[in-house]
């Protein structure tokens, strides 16, 4: 059965952008990445808005933001409820990424795309598989999909995409071949000739250099810049390359002939520890080297660092001695604390930034690259050392502004506290019109002091909102309109508390057992002075909100200043990215049927495409498309979905062809749904169409699947290439209706706005066909059936004699021969032949 494929654009294609496409097979929908980058652009999202709820699946490659930053997004804004599916390193080294995206934006700006709490709940819904796994998509479509090694990052993934009528589809994008000092390469062995190709160019017309010489490189560029008394500050990713360098860096601070040891060597990012503790937990996703053994034969863990300081603010990092080298996030200077290391060490030319990619052009990593390629030894040009910067950053309140802040705040606190308490009177209120002798009383509010309030004992004086038990006392007996026998006393209020109780007994509560404050209510020899308690040494820390003091109300600024770069700035390319000429010939060897050429620079797709079609690949298998554009990857040219009606179901007599399999001929017309409801409302009372084409019998073998349709001018195409087979019988009529057809002017069809639907053809409208038989039976199987019938069955040159040659069956090139004397053995010959077809 022939498969619709499809593939929707909407972000990566002819530039360095975030990924995301939506792939279609049939009427199941594949998010393939949801990236986002510095941008934030929410225009893609909104293309995408309508397809969300047919999404049945997500399949995430890699775990930096431009393969899975949008993905909170659509989770916590545009409603995505289908399942996604990742290996586990991206799925915890994803979390790292976005957790340090939203921190590093927090720090210098209001971020309102997603919260903390958005990422959460949406890495609730990733269920994380193993490499080589094969996942079916839920449903009957026998869509199921596979995660293969790809290399460039820990747990990174190509996705190969399969359906039971045998059409592969391959979704590699970011891979690396080349083994890394933590990480295998990928392998293109397990593919075999995919019906379609969706492959990247990023960089693919970039030279890259050996690794030992780009390792020495590094190592010569630390040392210059650490020995002038500088910092070097290497500029990389929060989760993801940042171990390649991390490793490497920490293996030449253990080796002391390298000459580092007496220097610092930080790894600087909001999630550093809990990256480096990720790390160590999934050494099974890395090369099988790093399982070494010391001398004791203890297993060993290379990724415990030991030469490396892990720092998660500024402060931690000004404790630090210089000179030091860091490692620190995000890769494209936009926001984080690469950008804020650099404003700060870039005026002193004893310092050194390094940088390890070449992210899109628009940032501020980007500019330094082309700046570092034109510079002499990590020497800018004079011309290139003045650069002009938008800078942000959050600064606390002051003066007039503090005031404000403070005044606002205490507003909004008088206005909670009166809803509060007007909240509690009214339910008192309530509560005292009630005759019954429950004694489950409402308790009254009353405010809890705090330690300020214990110090002073005018707090509780001043306070009018504590509670008052002669004044509760007067309002009952003034709002009693009727005399009560009871007598009633002001008392205190008293709550019982229930005790709760689980299988294992009385449910404990933590804030029961929690040091709520390290302050003693005594007073010392001043009275205005708290008696400090001393913790015990064995006494265990816990954690606690209150000890904290209260965050000073701040406000985000944004300027643009001009600055000065004198330090030295180069560039050494750690991306992990297979080399160009390597991609190419893989790619090629593959030998696709079709290639959709995606995520990558103009230039970049331009030279894939070329090195294509001179290596004998067709135009019409290769696309280059851009955002917002759909490609139909279809097996065949033409392919309409239709659905069968009740009626038609209800009239189809299948016959078994082999196990499992059965077919039927059916006679029908397509009509449009829409169209036949419309008129059941209006009362016709016959359903036509005006196409005269649709009316003839029609040999269906799709199922009821919709069509992912995006663009006007595929409905078009759909309206005006409607194509049924049709019966012997009906030959005639399409020819002159071709005739006329070439004779008249074409008129523009109605675009087709609905489901199109089978139903059943009039009796008198069936066409008479010649029936067919579907089967390939063997000679020798039948010649077997025969014997056991009591038949005389032999072989004689191929053919099969029956019976002394009174009816022979042989097999020609048109199909099967039978030929004998007409008798009642030759009538039961010819049956028994036949029940070994399916006749339609």
């Known amino acids: 059965m022939t498969s619709i494929i499809k593939l929707k654009v909407f972000s990566g294609a002819k530039d360095e952008g975030p990924l995301c496409y939506l792939l279609q097979v049939d009427n199941d929908y594949i998010l393939l990445d949801c990236g986002w980058d510095e941008r934030f652009e929410l225009k893609y999202f909104e293309e995408l808005r309508p397809y969300i709820p047919k999404i049945s699946a997500v399949l995430i490659s890699h775990p930096d933001p431009l393969h899975l930053g949008g993905l909170p997004y659509l989770v916590a804004k545009c409603g995505l409820t289908a399942p996604v599916y990742c290996t586990v390193p991206v799925y915890k080294m994803g979390q790292m990424f976005i957790y340090d995206l939203v921190y590093s934006h927090l720090d210098v700006e209001e971020f309102q795309h997603y919260s903390l709490d958005d990422v959460d709940m949406a890495f609730e819904k990733v269920e994380q598989v193993k490499y080589n796994q094969t996942v079916v998509l839920k449903g009957d479509s026998g869509v199921n999909f596979t995660a293969m090694p790809a290399g460039h990052m820990i747990g990174g993934s190509m996705w190969r995409i399969c359906r039971i009528t045998g059409e592969d589809i391959i979704y590699c994008v970011d891979f690396n071949h080349r083994k890394d000092r933590h990480l295998s390469g990928c392998s293109f062995d397990n593919f075999n000739r995919p019906h379609l190709l969706i492959t990247g160019a990023h960089h693919i017309s970039l030279p890259q250099m050996k690794r030992k010489d780009r390792d020495e490189q590094l190592v010569t560029k630390i040392l210059r810049t650490v020995r002038q008394k500088g910092d070097c500050m290497i500029v990389i990713d929060t989760a993801g390359r940042v171990l390649e360098l991390a490793y490497l860096l920490d293996q030449l601070w253990a080796n002391q002939d390298a000459g580092l040891s007496t220097y610092n060597l930080v790894m600087m990012s909001h999630v550093a520890s809990s990256v480096v503790q990720f790390a160590k937990s999934q050494l099974e996703w890395m090369d099988e080297k790093l399982f070494r053994y010391d001398s004791s034969s203890a297993r060993y863990n290379p990724f415990t660092l030991k030469n490396v300081n892990l720092v998660h603010s500024h402060l931690e990092l ?95 606190d008088a206005e909670e506290t009166r809803i509060r308490m007007e909240r509690a009177r009214r339910q008192a209120q309530a509560n005292e019109s009630d005759d019954s002798d429950d004694d489950d009383i409402a308790a009254p509010i009353v405010r809890r002091l705090s330690e300020k309030d214990h110090r002073s004992f005018d707090a509780i004086e001043n306070d009018s909102h504590c509670f008052d038990i002669m004044a509760k006392w007067d309002n009952q007996q003034k709002a009693s309109f009727f005399k009560s026998t009871k007598k009633s006393f002001p008392m205190y209020p008293y709550i019982e508390e229930k005790v709760k109780w689980d299988d294992y007994g009385e449910v404990i509560k933590p804030e029961d057992y929690t040091v709520i404050s390290k302050i003693d209510m005594r007073k010392g020899k001043n009275k205005d002075e708290p008696v400090v308690v001393h913790k015990r040494e064995d006494e265990e820390e816990v954690y606690n909100p209150n000890d904290h003091d209260e965050e000073m109300p701040t406000k985000c600024v944004e300027f643009r200043n001009r600055i000065e770069i004198s330090c030295r700035v180069e560039f050494i390319e750690y991306e992990g990215i297979s080399d160009g000429e390597s991609t190419k010939k893989m790619l090629a060897g593959l030998m696709p049927r079709q290639i959709i050429i995606v995520h990558g620079s103009r230039d970049d797709t331009r030279d894939l495409y070329a090195y294509f079609t001179d290596n004998g690949f067709k135009k019409d298998q290769l696309n280059t498309p851009v955002a917002n554009e759909l490609i139909d990857a279809s097996v065949e040219s033409f392919i309409y979905q239709v659905s069968l009606s009740d009626a038609l179901l209800a009239e189809i007599q299948f016959k078994e062809v082999s196990e499992g399999n059965s077919l039927a001929w059916i006679d029908a017309r397509i ?69 006329n057809a070439s004779s008249n002017p074409i008129e523009p069809q109605p675009k087709i706005r609905g489901t199109l639907i089978l139903t059943p053809l009039p009796k008198k409208q069936i066409p008479v066909h010649q029936a067919i038989f579907v089967n390939d039976p063997k000679l020798s199987e039948f010649k077997n059936l025969l014997v056991d019938k009591g038949y005389k069955a032999e072989f004689f040159s191929g053919t099969l004699l029956i019976n002394g040659g009174k009816c022979s069956i042989r097999r020609g090139e048109t199909g099967f021969q039978m030929e004998g004397a007409f008798t009642k053995d030759f009538y039961k010959l010819r049956k028994l032949f036949y029940d070994q077809f399916a006749v339609l």
């Open 318 to 412: 000004i404790k630090i001695r210089s000179p030091k080298v860091v490692l620190c996030s995000s890769q494209d200077m936009e926001t984080g604390f690469s950008r804020e290391l650099f404003l700060d060490w870039c005026a002193d030319q004893r310092n050194g930034v390094i940088l390890t990619a070449r992210p899109a052009s628009f940032t501020l990593a980007a500019r330094l690259v082309e700046l570092a390629e034109r510079a002499n030894d990590g020497v800018l040009r004079n011309e290139d050392k003045h650069l002009s910067l938008l800078v942000r950053k959050r600064v606390p309140l002051e003066g007039e502004e503090l005031l404000e802040y403070k005044r606002r705040k205490a507003e909004r």
């Open 671 to 739: 009509q449009e749904k829409e169209t036949i409801d419309n008129m059941l409302v209006a009362g016709a009372s016959q359903l036509t169409i005006e196409d005269n084409s649709q009316e003839d019998a029609v040999e269906v073998v799709e199922e009821d699947v919709i069509p992912m349709e995006t663009d006007d001018q595929n409905r078009q195409e759909a309206s005006e290439e409607n194509v049924a087979e049709v019966g012997e019988g009906s030959n005639d009529q399409s020819k002159e209706n071709g005739e």
